[in-house]
Structure formats: C-alpha cells, structure tokens
C-alpha cells in the first residue's frame, strides 16, 4: 500500500481554520487531533491526512435530495457550519423569489433524534429568523411526515427537515420542501425538484464563516402541540370508519431506534388497534441504532426483533417503519409447510406492499376521481390493475419528489417501501397514514376470515402473478457503479431467465412519458424484466426485477432464476 501524500497546502490552511470557526466543540476537537496526527510518520499520521482531505474534497453539494452525508466537521461534512451556509441560502432564494416587497416567507422547520438535527434546526431557524423569515419549529424529534404536513397546514413557503431516513447511524441530512407562494398546487408540500435545486445551491455562500451567517438569539415561534395533534386529526381521516368498524388485529411493531414510535402507536390506539405490541428493543430514538446494522426495514436483519416477538404473541401483522418513519414495511405470517408447525413470518415486498395498498384505495380514487402513480422501478402491477379499474395512471421517475406531482394523485408508491395513501394530506411518502390504511385492510380481510396474502391472490387473479425482487450491490468506490453502468450499455444481457431480450431503452435518453434518468431497461416479450440504476441517496448499484405469468409458481421460479443471473452479472 503506498503511502498517502502530504496534504495540500491549502486544504491544511482550510482545516486549520474550520478547527477555528466550527460551532460544535467536538468537531474542533476532532479537527485538533487529526491536524496533529498529519504531521507525522506512520499509520496514524496516514490515516489522519487521508481523513482531512476526505473531509475537505470540496463543498458538500445541494440537490433535489437536499444535502445528506456523515455528521462530522469539514465542508464534505454535514455540520453546523454547513447547515448555517445552506439555511442563509435558502433564505436569500425565497427573497428573490418572492420579492423585497412582499410578505416574510414562513418556514417550517423539523428534525428526527439522530447526532446533531436539533442542533441543525435550531441554527436554521436562527438563520433564517434573521434573514427575516417566520420560522414555525417542530416542538421536538418528529417523523418526517410530520414535517410535510405542516408545509401545507400552515401553507408555508417552505421546510425543512433535518433527517438522513434510512442512512447508516453516522449520516445525517437535509430535506427543502417548497409550499405556499413557492410552487403550484401539484409542488406545494413536496421536495424540491429543478430548477429549484440549482437556484438554492446557487445562493449557498461556501466561503462564508461564521461571522458572515447572521443569526437570530430568538424570534422564532415553537410549535404547540396543536400541531402534532392536527396531523393525527387528519392521520385518522384516512380510515373508511363506516365500512370497517372492527380494528380486531393484534399487531407488532417496531419504529427501528426512531421518531415513528412518538406518533404511530397513538394513532392505532386512536384508530381502535388497542391490541400493540411496540418491540421494546427499539421502542426509544436512538442514533446508534445499536441493534441494526442499517436502520433500515429493507435490510436483512433490521426486523428480526420484530419478527421474533410477532412469533412470540402470536401477532397478525408486523409494522415497522424507518428511523424518520416516511417508509413503511410489512410482515405477515404464512402457512408453514408443516400443518402442525407454528406460522412462517415473510416480509412483503414494497411492490407488494404497494399493490395491496392499491387495491384497496381504486375504488375511493374511481368514485374520487383521482389517480394512481409509481415510479418507473416498481412493479406495473399498480397500472394493470388500476387499468381494470377504470383508474388513471402514472409512471414517474424515482422518488417522491416526483410520484406526488402526478396529476390528480389520490395514491402513489415506490418499491422502496414509500406509499403515499393521502396526498392532500402529505405530499410525500407517509409510513404512518399508510400504516393506518395497511391495518385497516388486515382488518378487514381477517373478519371475513382472510388475509393479505389472500388478497395478494386477489391481484394476482386480475392481472397475472407480476412478483418482484431486487438485487443490490454496496460499494465502497462510487466509479464500479459508473462502470458497471457504461458496460451494461455497451453490452447488456441477451437473455433474461432463458427468455430473448427484445426491449433494451437507454432511459438516460428520456421521452414524452419521461424525462431522463440514469437507467438502463431489459425487458422480454413475456414482462421479465430488469431495470439497473445508481441509488440516488447510498453508494449502491440497484437492480429491480419482475416477471408475469398466470401461474404464481411459474412466475416465482422464473423470478429467482432471475436473481441468480442477474447477482452473477453485476457482481462480474
């Protein structure tokens, strides 16, 4: 291993003075030791120089997913310095949007429980006070879909949500919504989609310190309670209370170590669910996340706990939601291939998740009038079924951003277990309102003696057995992905589980239906497909793939013949 080169003159002056300006004392400290450490020989010296010029590469950028990165001092870093330059930013866009004459903009500001999001609201609404804003801040740690809410109840110009969601427990970050006088009605409550993006980043000043940030001692206003309590007012509106008056379901759930488990067990109680088992392990926000290694629902492993103690009760459904509890992920017990043995528990998958959702809500949005959306990873059984319906539909880039902007939304999803079940409401994905509207399916179908695996068959009989699954790779240098990306495009699978690949789009190119995206879609005339793309928030290569027949066991075998040729391409 060669050794690593001596830092550059003007990253060490860089450092040097951020060791000098950083709010937080620990980062100082941190910077110290390091600092001291370059100037040596050996190991440590070489691992405290390649840690500097890691966290001085270069401005941390802003885009459509805002900023998310590991907590920590430096400009690649997120940190209070950082959060202070983005917030003043921030505030010099809705000036210049709005006008030197117009009215103050009014934010909303909110944080989930992990290392340093108070701090990091606190100085935004400090930051944005005094660049004449109103600021409304979230009384406490609150689920993100919290934070949404308040966008459009209180018709704010724009919020903020200081969350990493799902990333590993060192990260942290930084969501911009826009509402109010900032966007039309489809934006208003959603994240920022461009030009947005750029105009802010544009008005992010990333050679200022901390004398030329301007801040507020107060003035801005702490949100009552009144305010949580109108979200689960309009929560609970979900719920079809006059067709499903028995809540009669014994449920598990698990807010992983996050801010879900402040809302969500009160709103089942609410709901008349009295039968809650909250996993104890991880009932309290946490930012070590001590018994995952990713707190995140789709990681194998992160529900074991929950699954465990469904066993143990004897529980109908397990609900487990991410650490700033926007995703939603369901469990459910299956007939064991022993009659006599106790219930096999299988984690639904997010496209399967989305089409039980679905299905329950096309007749509200037939009678309504409104729409069904999902991106373009997810499963299209969503768009065949609400094709039966009568329902019209749309297919729409990744993310939520996005999937809310659909025209006449009265539901949208994403394979990775986002499910928005009321966007007027929320516009964005809710892991608790879809929570809710989850619940009161098992419900109903276990008062007629079913389950949601029945109503899985349900779907399945309308459209064909359309499984899905997903295959991803982790990657500690982001250029395997651009490469892996560049090669399939070269040269991508001339089969998919033995079938001829007739259908290979380049989505980067874009069409009428829509816009460019960094993907790549293989297809086979009987709907095997596979569609390759780089996560937009983890450094992962994500492959999502799905099939159709009219037999489930046909259609199952092929989809992992699937997986294993697809698992064997991407990590060749």
Known sequence: MSPTPALDPQVLDLARRWSREDPDPAHRAVLDAELAAAGGEGP???????????????????????????????ESRMNRLVVRRTAAGLGRHLWAELGADAAAPLVAVGYDARRGSADFARDTAAV?????????????PLPTPVLAFAVRHLHADAGVMVTASHNPPADNGYKVYLGGRMTDEAGRGAQIVSPADAQIAAQIRHTDWVADVPMAEDGWETAGEDLVDAYREAALSVLDDEADPARDLRIVYTPLHGVGGEVLPGLLAAAGFTDVHVVPEQAEPDPAFPTVAFPNPEEPGAIDLALALAARVRADLVIANDPDADRLALAVPAPSPNDAAAPVWRMLSGDAVGTLLGAHLLPRLA???????????????????????????????????????????????????????????????????????AAELAARLAAQGRTLLDALADADAVTGAMPSAQVAVRVADLSIITDTMAALRAAGPATLAGEPVTVRRDLAAGSAALPATDALLFATDSGTRVLVRPSGTEPKLKCYLGTRDADPAVAAERLARLEAEVAALVAG
């Not at 109103?134 to 406490?140: E, T």
């Not at 309504?368 to 768009?383: C, D, E, I, T």
């Not at 729409?396 to 809310?404: E, V």
Request: aromatic residues 6%.
């Open 128 to 140: 944005l006070t005094a660049a004449g804003a109103q600021v409304v801040l979230l009384p406490r």
């Open 44 to 74: 440590a010296a070489e691992a405290a120089r390649a840690s500097l010029a890691s966290r001085f590469a270069g401005p941390l950028a802003f885009g459509t997913a805002g900023l998310r990165a590991e907590e920590g001092p430096g």
């Open 367 to 437: 009678a309504q009038g409104r729409s069904a959306a999902n991106s373009v990873v997810s499963a299209p059984q969503l768009a065949a079924l609400a094709e039966a319906a009568g329902v019209e539909h749309h297919v729409t880039l990744t993310g939520f951003k996005w999937i809310s902007r659909a025209p006449h939304l009265g539901f949208g999803y994403e394979e990775a277990l986002g499910y928005c079940v009321a966007p007027d409401l929320v516009r964005d994905k809710d892991g608790m309102t879809a929570a809710l509207a």
